[in-house]
């Protein structure tokens, strides 16, 4: 993580890959509120980059699905509306990523009342899981 801190320190804080990849460092961390602050920035201003609003979509899906259920209700439904706004986000630019559907029928079972949904979620994540190969192609060398 110290070579990425010296790359980012030198691109500057306003790009926005710059900004994905503090939060993302935040996110390994364990800073969750600083890495979703962050990727809310980033989706200020360049509201389609797809990977903030990938990132920022299953952290709040996991902050709303680990809550604790003694806590404040309408604030876990405000996390897990969030959350499922940026995953539908992302889902509709990538529909093959397999994590969004996982996610997404996560929060679905949570709110336990749309088990058609969540059933339907957790198999297209585990059927998109089933294509996704082992190793990036890309990774192969060209000639075998």
Known sequence: TLFCQ?????VGTFHPITLFCQACLAQARGQDEQAQTMFTNVLAHHPGHLP???NLGILLAKRACKADPEGR???VLVTARLAQ???EA???ANPQDPELWLWRGRLYKRERILEDETVACLSTAAQLCDRVPVVPFSTLPRSL
Do not use: F, G, N, Y
């Not at 010296?6 to 030198?10: D, K």
């Open 52 to 54: 903030s609003l990938r």
């Open 90 to 92: 992302a889902l509709r």
């Open 73 to 75: 209700e309408s604030d």
């Open 6 to 10: 010296a790359c980012l320190a030198q």
């Open 85 to 87: 706004a940026h995953l």
